[in-house]
């Protein structure tokens, strides 16, 4: 089961609520022209149709979605707020490069947030959540076979997603969305998106399947040690796969900002 963009944001709009103590919240740009501007900017960054350190024309942007500057420019601050874009002062702004450096302190805090969200998840869960996790972890299995890894990284951003929900925390939730698209971004820079790629590493996928077979066995239990000691392992797995992809280099298609650039 793939959930679309709008499923995703049904239940993410609860996260989205103010928080009656802070008063703050990290909800959608106002208007719904600012909001397709940042749903299909989204996209395009997520899935590197729009690669990192590329530069965003404001004024193509208008063309593209038939909105004025203020939305494009609601857009890209929420954006920026994410982590997905840059925003340059009197130079526009730029998809926010991943940057080598950065990726030790990445794997760090998902190791923590992933751990506290399958942790809060085992005692928050509903049946709901339990039936999507099955569904996408089908779906995840049937597009390793078919060595589809656009779809593979897509359903497999998803189930972390639900997780994400299940854990009954917006707070944890917004920082663990986050977390997960540096994520997905990571994973298709190292892996590619080619349908035909004959490179794939079965093996890898398979135990990514067994991983999330645990974590659901684990949940429905209401199991929180064991779901939070296989969500560590889960992120250990990720942490050696990417760090193999940049030791390789990949022939110099994974597109990281080098260090020598700080």
């Known amino acids: 089961m793939r959930l679309s963009t709008a499923e995703r944001r049904t239940d993410q709009?609860?996260?989205?609520?103010?928080?009656?103590t802070s008063g703050k919240s990290?909800?959608?740009?106002?208007?719904?022209?600012?909001?397709?501007?940042?749903?299909?900017?989204?996209?395009?960054?997520?899935?590197?149709?729009?690669?990192?350190?590329?530069?965003?024309?404001?004024?193509?942007?208008?063309?593209?979605?038939?909105?004025?500057?203020?939305?494009?420019?609601e857009a890209l601050i929420r954006l920026a707020s994410e982590g997905l874009v840059t925003l340059l002062p009197n130079r526009g702004a730029q998809v926010t490069a991943i940057d080598i450096a950065d990726v030790p302190q990445f794997f760090e805090a998902l190791d923590v947030c992933q751990r506290l969200v399958?942790?809060?998840?085992?005692?928050?869960?509903?049946?709901?959540?339990?039936?999507?996790?099955?569904?996408?972890?089908?779906d995840f299995e049937r597009a390793a076979k078919e060595r589809d890894i656009a779809a593979m990284s897509d359903t497999n951003h998803d189930f972390h997603i639900v997780t994400a929900l299940a854990c009954g925390n917006k707070f944890v939730s917004s920082l663990y969305e986050d977390l997960q698209s540096v994520g997905l971004r990571l994973s298709r820079s190292a892996f590619g998106t080619a349908l035909n790629n004959q490179d794939i590493d079965a093996d890898y996928y398979n135990e990514v399947v067994a991983h999330h077979d645990a974590m659901i066995d684990a949940?429905?239990?209401?199991?929180p040690d064991e779901a939070e000691a296989l969500a560590h392992?889960?992120?250990?797995?990720?942490?050696?796969?990417?760090?193999?992809?940049?030791?390789?280099?990949?022939?110099?298609?994974?597109?990281?900002k080098p260090t020598a650039d700080r």
């Open 13 to 20: 709009d609860m996260l989205d609520e103010p928080n009656v």
């Open 26 to 73: 990290r909800g959608r740009p106002k208007g719904t022209g600012a909001y397709r501007v940042y749903e299909g900017l989204r996209e395009d960054i997520l899935h590197l149709r729009l690669q990192p350190g590329s530069n965003i024309e404001e004024s193509f942007l208008e063309k593209r979605f038939e909105v004025s500057r203020t939305p494009v420019r």
């Open 118 to 138: 399958m942790r809060l998840s085992a005692v928050r869960r509903t049946e709901e959540h339990i039936a999507q996790l099955k569904s996408l972890n089908a």
């Open 219 to 223: 949940l429905s239990r209401r199991d």
């Open 233 to 256: 392992v889960h992120t250990e797995l990720f942490r050696r796969r990417i760090m193999r992809a940049i030791e390789a280099d990949l022939g110099g298609e994974f597109r990281l």
